[in-house]
């Protein structure tokens, strides 16, 4: 309306067509069916005019087109080969809270194609290895052990041949006792962190940005972690739209952390948004085929999710929080190591009361990912 008053003024409408074009497509409402562009009308009256026939006839050009074989497409000069970047691509449903339907393979996530060179052995001294309080041997009940001399239950076939000793007048054995034996329990985790543009701020009060925490933290969980008997896979996400959720794998499960992992950590950036649902998703189908007694998803991040095509704030946390009930499901646990002080809003609507903590200080932080990490392998 304030427009409407100068006529004249086409910076004005200029300025509102495209706030309009902006916002109609982050909302994606459609055009009218009726709607059609009007052509744009130029008039060099060339029609009130005869031809001069003074003028000489324009001539026929034939261009000369030279036809390039297969064979030279394929190998370019310098015997160097084309490139061509493929992604592998995945579909996931997508929670929407105000219809409470899953939205059936709404987003996309991008996974880029890299070989795999042989795995090569690696010995690490057990003393040089931090240990892990949770990781330790715990009681297993499908583990029993009889005929001991101290345990926590009677065994009762022990017990009666004891008894027919004694009667028989011979000295009895005495181990009368048994108890749950102990194993070494398999882990996997997927360490999943947030690579969102906003991670790549100063955490308040430091001179130390959130990626670099978050690469830290990543080398303290993959060095504490016994590779014998836990799997651990480091990847990372940010999005750009439903349609355009990049996934990065900086270690699989079945990869060591040595030199090509440690160069493809160390060059993470920051971009994009933050779509955590559809992340959450992919996350949990990689730890569905693993064979292990827990299965844990650790999240780092600095914000709630977030991304350009959404304009209504609990549109992700609600998926977010849906993809954290579907691997509850799945039998995999989610917990999220946040830096936003500001998370109690949403973060204990995604990933429950006890499965998350937040840190506001960047010394505290890879300190936080150890005890946090004891908290999720503790028996």
Known sequence: DAAAADLQNVEAFDRLARTLTIDMAKMRLALPASYRPAPVYRDDNTVLWAPDAALPEDQEVTPEIDFIERDELDEPEGGKAYEVETRRRFHYPEWDFR???????????????????????????????????????????????????????????AAIDNATQRRAG?????????RHGRRRRSTAIVLLMDLSVSTDRFVPGSFTKVLDLEKQAARVVVDALDPHSDRIAVHGFASNGRREVNYERVKD???????????????????????????LRHATAALVNEHADHKVILVLTDGEPSDIDVMEEDYLVEDAREAVASAAANKVRTFCLTLDKRADRYIRRIFGIRNYLITERAATFTNKTSNTLMRLLAP
């Open 99 to 157: 219809l409470e339907a899953l939205r059936d393979e709404w987003t996309t996530v991008l996974e880029g194609i890299r070989t795999r060179g042989q795995r090569p052995k690696r010995k690490v001294a057990a003393e040089l290895r931090p240990k892990v309080l949770g990781s330790e041997r715990s009681p297993d009940r499908s583990i029993r052990l009889t005929r001991l001399i101290e345990g926590d239950d009677l065994d009762i076939n």
């Open 170 to 178: 011979m000295a009895p054995d005495g181990r009368i006792f048994t």
């Open 253 to 279: 499960f079945d990869e060591p952390f040595e030199g090509s992992q440690q160069e493809r950590l160390t060059s993470l950036t920051s971009r994009l948004s933050t779509r955590m649902g559809a992340a």
